[in-house]
């Protein structure tokens, strides 16, 4: 009530001079859940996508980036000799969209998600792979960096560094593990619809009463250099810019 806009990401928050409510949008996290068994027990590190290979797919370049990353990955050729398997969960526009469940469902295969989009704003793509407990691979976009755990896993839009933080997760299932329990837990925290930081947040923007917890309070960690290296990245690669969507993101 007190200012006309709030921050859906970090890097909204920071542009802004942080004097807005930070507001991110949330997840069912009963829904979205991790598997019973811990991740990477297979043979072969399940990838997952979702999205649209038609409504602004050029945004998140799939099949510009990601599959060449996958395959410089080791997902192609013989499948018993394939290191990874990319599973994406592709539709060609709303009429052919799946149902919650079903994306549920999905992701509790998969271990990595991976996002290289050019822009997103609070993606509801990425809190719900986080939620599952996907451990997240992406570009510096929207409210990514909040949910990449690891500076290796903050990619450019380069197949070869996609690729590359790809297959640090397929030689380290340790690690994987651990991260993927620890994305869980910034999901529950932060996005789930029923988490009591949620709740303080929403109730002090709506009374006007107090301020709303900034977002590290109620991420619970403070991404370190998350913005700098954002910035870095994006300079560096030059992704395609489609409309200056990734001057607004």
């Known amino acids: ?63 510009d980036r990601l599959v060449p990353a996958a395959r410089l990955a080791g997902c192609g050729g013989r499948i018993e000799n394939s290191r990874v398997h990319l599973r994406p969960l592709a539709v060609w526009d709303a009429l052919d969209a799946r149902p ?68 640090w997760l397929e030689q380290d299932r340790d690690r994987l593990r651990d991260l993927s329990s620890q994305t869980r837990a910034v999901a529950e925290r932060t996005f789930a619809w029923s988490a009591p930081v949620r709740s303080q947040a929403w109730q002090a923007w709506l009374t006007g009463e107090g301020s709303p917890p900034s977002p590290y309070e109620q991420l619970g960690y403070t991404p370190h250099g998350f913005l700098e290296r954002s910035r870095v990245l994006r300079e560096a690669s030059r992704p395609p810019l489609v409309r200056g969507d990734m001057d607004a993101s």
Do not use: M
């Open 100 to 167: 919650r469940e079903h994306v549920a469902e999905y992701l509790r295969d998969v271990d990595v998600y991976v996002c290289t989009s050019v822009s997103e704003g609070c993606s509801t793509s990425l809190r719900e792979a986080a939620a599952a407990g996907c451990v997240i691979v992406s570009t510096p976009c929207g409210n990514a960096p909040e949910l990449v755990l690891d500076d290796r896993l903050l990619v450019d839009w380069t197949p070869e560094s996609i690729s590359n933080a790809i297959l």
């Open 1 to 63: 009530p007190r200012v006309p806009y709030h921050a859906t990401n970090l890097y909204q928050w920071e542009l802004l001079g942080r004097g807005v409510p930070y507001l991110p949008g949330g997840v069912n996290a009963d829904l979205f859940h991790p598997p019973a068994q811990p991740r990477g027990r297979g043979a072969r590190l399940v990838v997952g996508w979702t999205g649209s290979l038609h409504y602004n797919a050029p945004l998140k370049l799939f099949l």
